[in-house]
């Protein structure tokens, strides 16, 4: 143990009698860890609008004071198709001497499907890249030549130049223009029951309480109904079936027309 002590105390002594510097470095067997990579994750900001929201819903949402941005996947807010928020009504219409005046929501899908030109004369239907969108994923894609795209500000010019029929915004009715019913509704009667009306679509924001949309682009308490008679000569035929009938028949067949308008005209 005394030599063990003494050989130790030898190397010691040695050891501190050589300089520093001639020492060879001590190696640990060390690998330093990856230094930690910063993740950057894209703020979400802006507003997306689906390409099958209508012009005039569009021009609503560039009012808002928010970017509108091309990439939805970017976007903090979205605007498209929902199962809740504004109702969008559309109305089927053809040029205002058309003869028919209603159809079934069956012929119009059949027409959507190709199945059969119905009452459309095989004429299928005019309307927006935005309203084809709109029902395309109401109804699935249309079957070819069932729809012509033509730009909204074009469909009216087109569609009395082939007698066509069009579904167009509710907003986009003007007198050139005939509403046709679908199973017995029509946007433009006072007892328009949105509920049982097909042609519709709900558009609604991704984050409701950011941006406040209105209820519909169908304001009833808008609307003004007139009507207009032509001659009412009470005389021959017509005075004949009224002796047959009862003086009252005539006024029995167009009374609720005539009730429900606003305005009514009658020529005498």
């Given at each position: 143990?005394?030599?063990?002590f003494?050989?130790?105390?030898c190397?010691?002594?040695?050891?501190?009698?050589?300089?520093?510097?001639?020492?060879?470095?001590?190696?640990?067997?060390?690998?330093?860890?990856?230094?930690?990579?910063?993740?950057?994750?894209?703020?979400?900001?802006?507003?997306?609008?689906?390409p099958s929201?209508?012009?005039?819903?569009?021009?609503?949402?560039?009012?808002?004071?928010?970017?509108?941005?091309?990439?939805?996947?970017?976007?903090?807010?979205?605007?498209?198709?929902?199962?809740?928020?504004?109702?969008?009504?559309?109305?089927?219409?053809?040029?205002?001497?058309?003869?028919?005046?209603?159809?079934?929501?069956?012929d119009?899908?059949?027409?959507?499907?190709?199945a059969?030109?119905?009452?459309?004369?095989?004429?299928g239907?005019?309307?927006?890249?935005?309203?084809?969108?709109?029902f395309?994923a109401?109804?699935?894609?249309?079957?070819?030549?069932?729809v012509?795209?033509?730009?909204?500000?074009?469909?009216?010019?087109?569609?009395?130049?082939l007698?066509?029929?069009?579904?167009?915004?509710?907003?986009?009715?003007?007198?050139?223009?005939?509403?046709?019913s679908?199973?017995?509704?029509?946007?433009?009667?006072?007892?328009?029951?949105?509920?049982?009306?097909?042609?519709?679509?709900?558009?609604?924001?991704?984050?409701?309480?950011?941006?406040?949309l209105?209820?519909?682009?169908?304001?009833?308490s808008?609307?003004?109904?007139?009507v207009?008679?032509?001659?009412?000569?009470?005389?021959?035929?017509?005075?004949?079936?009224?002796?047959?009938?009862?003086?009252?028949?005539?006024?029995?067949?167009?009374?609720?027309?005539?009730?429900?308008a606003?305005?009514?005209?009658?020529?005498?």
């Amino acid at each position: 143990m005394k030599k063990i002590f003494i050989y130790v105390f030898c190397i010691l002594l040695l050891a501190a009698s050589v300089p520093l510097a001639s020492l060879p470095p001590l190696v640990f067997p060390f690998t330093p860890k990856a230094k930690p990579t910063a993740t950057t994750v894209p703020a979400l900001k802006g507003l997306w609008v689906s390409p099958s929201a209508p012009d005039a819903l569009v021009d609503i949402a560039r009012a808002w004071p928010v970017t509108i941005v091309d990439d939805s996947a970017s976007a903090a807010y979205k605007l498209d198709i929902n199962l809740s928020g504004a109702v969008w009504i559309y109305a089927l219409a053809a040029p205002f001497p058309t003869v028919t005046d209603a159809v079934t929501y069956e012929d119009l899908i059949l027409t959507w499907k190709g199945a059969s030109a119905g009452a459309f004369g095989g004429r299928g239907l005019l309307m927006a890249e935005s309203t084809l969108g709109a029902f395309t994923a109401l109804w699935g894609e249309p079957a070819p030549g069932a729809v012509t795209i033509v730009p909204s500000d074009e469909i009216l010019d087109q569609a009395w130049k082939l007698s066509a029929w069009a579904i167009i915004p509710f907003e986009d009715i003007q007198p050139k223009w005939k509403v046709l019913s679908v199973d017995g509704q029509s946007p433009l009667h006072k007892n328009f029951d949105a509920d049982s009306y097909p042609l519709k679509i709900n558009f609604g924001l991704s984050s409701p309480a950011a941006f406040v949309l209105p209820e519909s682009n169908r304001d009833k308490s808008k609307l003004a109904t007139v009507v207009l008679t032509g001659v009412t000569a009470l005389v021959r035929a017509t005075a004949t079936t009224m002796e047959m009938k009862g003086i009252n028949y005539p006024g029995s067949l167009i009374g609720d027309w005539l009730r429900e308008a606003d305005v009514a005209h009658i020529s005498n």
